[in-house]
């Protein structure tokens, strides 16, 4: 089996104590999957904007001229009556327990039955989902990461990264 990469603790730590911290903006470390993630959590209107840059401030044009430690991911955060829309962001797999789910098992859960002592989706909860093939490897591209719902359809399982609420 394939070596899996490290899980966005940080990153689901970071939204969450900042959504928490009534902040406009926040910015994280570049990398493919955060960038993923953060694009997930804004399709389904979890977050307001999300925009590449700088260490200091938002600028796409300057992303691409930067080096990779200084590359950020800038994410506008949402509040509806001065209350978080971002709840909760927590992780489902975890470094000394990966859950792996066929589509089976993850059509399961996202129709809030427990599967692989994973608990059912709650209203309104989305599930951020590491894709693989059928050979159970991570499937390489932009599609890598993915919805819940989008991967259950295109009938695909995987490693489920994170729940948001």
């Given at each position: 089996?394939?070596?899996?990469?490290?899980?966005?603790?940080?990153?689901?730590?970071?939204?969450?104590?900042?959504?928490?911290?009534?902040?406009?903006?926040?910015?994280?470390?570049?990398?493919?999957?955060?960038?993923?993630?953060?694009?997930?959590?804004?399709?389904?209107?979890?977050?307001?904007?999300?925009?590449?840059?700088?260490?200091?401030?938002?600028?796409?044009?300057?992303?691409?001229?930067?080096?990779?430690?200084?590359?950020?991911?800038?994410?506008?955060?949402?509040?509806?009556?001065?209350t978080p829309v971002l709840k909760?962001?927590?992780?489902?797999?975890?470094?000394?327990?990966?859950?792996?789910?066929?589509?089976?098992?993850?059509?399961?859960?996202?129709?809030?039955?427990?599967?692989?002592?994973?608990?059912?989706?709650?209203?309104?909860?989305?599930?951020?989902?590491?894709?693989?093939?059928?050979?159970?490897?991570?499937?390489?591209?932009?599609?890598?990461?993915?919805?819940?719902?989008?991967?259950?359809?295109?009938g695909l399982g995987g490693e489920?990264?994170?729940?948001?609420?």
């Amino acid at each position: 089996m394939a070596k899996l990469p490290t899980l966005p603790h940080r990153l689901c730590a970071h939204l969450v104590n900042t959504s928490q911290s009534s902040l406009a903006t926040t910015s994280l470390p570049y990398s493919t999957s955060s960038l993923a993630i953060t694009s997930v959590l804004l399709r389904h209107g979890l977050i307001s904007n999300l925009t590449l840059g700088t260490p200091t401030h938002p600028s796409p044009t300057e992303f691409h001229t930067l080096p990779e430690p200084s590359k950020r991911i800038w994410v506008g955060l949402k509040y509806r009556n001065g209350t978080p829309v971002l709840k909760r962001l927590g992780l489902v797999s975890k470094p000394s327990q990966r859950r792996i789910v066929s589509n089976k098992e993850l059509g399961a859960i996202l129709a809030g039955k427990r599967a692989l002592n994973v608990a059912g989706a709650g209203l309104g909860e989305v599930f951020v989902v590491r894709t693989l093939d059928k050979d159970g490897r991570h499937v390489q591209g932009t599609d890598t990461f993915m919805e819940g719902w989008e991967a259950w359809r295109a009938g695909l399982g995987g490693e489920l990264v994170c729940r948001a609420s």
